[in-house]
């Protein structure tokens, strides 16, 4: 007898070991509706970036400023030889001069009935020609001089002091501080179209890594890039305490608008997903087995460490935390 119940006893064990409870821990699956981040990248530029040229062509013949230079709005930045240029000027002042006499004289000559009424008219037209020469001589006058339209920093000089330039021909680019900085990505259709005017962004820049830049979407392109094929999308970052260029790289993730609600489960609830099939381990209300539940997986919410699943009802709780020891109908002890 006692040898029968030392073999009852050994064939019990190993059944009582197997039936040892697991400790887990569990989160109940939700209802919410999240926000799925769009990645992209671009590159860092000026809102308003303009380029400065000279309206006549001539001799340089001084650059006040060089590359990367601060300038303030008003400031004077280049200016041409203004010798050609101050003659044309007095020689359309004095060709008005002389329109004006003639007016006058073959005005006077009419009252006197000495000239004739197209005589008369033919010096009012050559007088309002000298002064529209005049307009123009003084309009490339002002415009031979280049000043600073907006308060900004010089990205760019083209040129240099005593070399002869064209009329439009490129002297500066300027980058606006009076402007918000802004990054243009490009989305492919079906991320433009969840994208819309308001949406928050974040990114990050190479030149500061543990930085976390916050930026707004301001604008989105109604037709794709024709060389690309993607959509422009123009993100506009608020004035920052990090000192930043024109020409940095970006990255980040734009947060598009919420989605309708969806059954969610912590990533760490998902085993053995693949491709868009996985498992769960439900454990129901008043059990204390746990049950290996399909699931289809519908999104993935990075931001959220959560996944969209089909297969789940909305009350159910899952294993977040120990189901890697777990199997169907596993006995569990749950950790509070």
Same mark, same amino acid.
């Given at each position: 007898?006692?040898?029968?119940?030392?073999?009852?006893?050994?064939?019990?064990?190993?059944?009582?070991?197997?039936?040892?409870?697991?400790?887990?821990?569990?989160?109940?699956?939700?209802?919410?509706?999240?926000?799925?981040?769009?990645?992209?990248?671009?590159?860092?530029?000026?809102?308003?970036?303009?380029?400065?040229?000279?309206?006549?062509?001539?001799?340089?013949?001084?650059?006040?400023?060089?590359?990367?230079?601060?300038?303030?709005?008003?400031?004077?930045?280049?200016?041409?030889?203004?010798?050609?240029?101050?003659?044309?000027?007095?020689?359309?002042?004095?060709?008005?001069?002389?329109?004006?006499?003639?007016?006058?004289?073959?005005?006077?000559?009419?009252?006197?009935?000495?000239?004739?009424?197209?005589?008369?008219?033919?010096?009012?037209?050559?007088?309002?020609?000298?002064?529209?020469?005049?307009?123009?001589?003084?309009?490339?006058?002002?415009? $031979?001089?280049?000043? #600073? !339209? +907006?308060?900004?920093?010089?990205?760019?000089?083209? &040129? *240099? =002091?005593?070399?002869?330039? %064209?009329?439009?021909?490129?002297?500066?680019?300027?980058?606006?501080?009076?402007?918000?900085?802004?990054?243009?990505?490009?989305?492919?259709?079906?991320?433009?179209?969840?994208?819309?005017?308001?949406?928050?962004?974040?990114?990050?820049?190479?030149?500061?890594?543990?930085?976390?830049?916050?930026?707004?979407?301001?604008?989105?392109?109604?037709?794709?890039?024709?060389?690309?094929?993607?959509?422009?999308?123009?993100?506009?970052?608020?004035?920052?305490?990090?000192?930043?260029?024109?020409?940095?790289?970006?990255?980040?993730?734009?947060? $598009?608008?919420?989605? #309708? !609600? +969806?059954?969610?489960?912590?990533?760490?609830?998902? &085993? *053995? =997903?693949?491709?868009?099939? %996985?498992?769960?381990?439900?454990?129901?209300?008043?059990?204390?087995?746990?049950?290996?539940?399909?699931?289809?997986?519908?999104?993935?919410?990075?931001?959220?460490?959560?996944?969209?699943?089909?297969?789940?009802?909305?009350?159910?709780?899952?294993?977040?935390?120990?189901?890697?020891?777990?199997?169907?109908?596993?006995?569990?002890?749950?950790?509070?």
């Amino acid at each position: 007898m006692g040898v029968a119940a030392c073999q009852s006893a050994a064939q019990d064990s190993p059944k009582q070991a197997s039936e040892t409870a697991v400790p887990v821990r569990i989160a109940p699956v939700r209802q919410v509706a999240l926000q799925e981040p769009i990645h992209c990248s671009g590159v860092l530029t000026a809102g308003t970036e303009l380029t400065l040229s000279f309206k006549t062509g001539g001799l340089i013949e001084r650059i006040y400023v060089e590359e990367g230079a601060h300038v303030r709005r008003g400031q004077l930045l280049a200016k041409l030889n203004l010798a050609e240029i101050d003659a044309q000027v007095m020689q359309a002042q004095q060709a008005l001069e002389k329109a004006q006499r003639d007016r006058q004289r073959a005005e006077n000559l009419y009252q006197d009935s000495v000239a004739t009424l197209e005589q008369v008219q033919n010096a009012r037209t050559a007088e309002a020609v000298a002064e529209a020469n005049q307009r123009i001589a003084l309009f490339n006058q002002q415009h $031979s001089t280049i000043y #600073a !339209p +907006q308060s900004g920093r010089i990205l760019k000089k083209f &040129v *240099e =002091a005593n070399e002869m330039i %064209g009329p439009a021909q490129a002297v500066f680019k300027i980058a606006s501080e009076e402007t918000a900085w802004v990054v243009n990505v490009g989305l492919a259709d079906r991320e433009v179209v969840q994208v819309h005017a308001g949406d928050s962004a974040f990114l990050q820049f190479d030149a500061y890594p543990a930085d976390t830049f916050t930026a707004v979407v301001t604008q989105i392109a109604e037709a794709p890039t024709p060389a690309s094929g993607t959509y422009e999308v123009e993100l506009q970052l608020p004035p920052a305490a990090r000192l930043l260029k024109s020409g940095f790289v970006a990255r980040g993730r734009i947060l $598009s608008r919420p989605t #309708a !609600p +969806q059954t969610v489960v912590p990533v760490e609830a998902l &085993v *053995e =997903a693949d491709a868009d099939q %996985g498992f769960v381990y439900q454990l129901p209300d008043g059990e204390q087995r746990v049950q290996r539940t399909p699931v289809t997986i519908t999104a993935l919410y990075e931001e959220a460490d959560a996944v969209a699943v089909q297969g789940l009802p909305t009350s159910a709780q899952v294993v977040v935390e120990g189901a890697p020891y777990l199997t169907d109908q596993a006995p569990v002890h749950v950790v509070r």
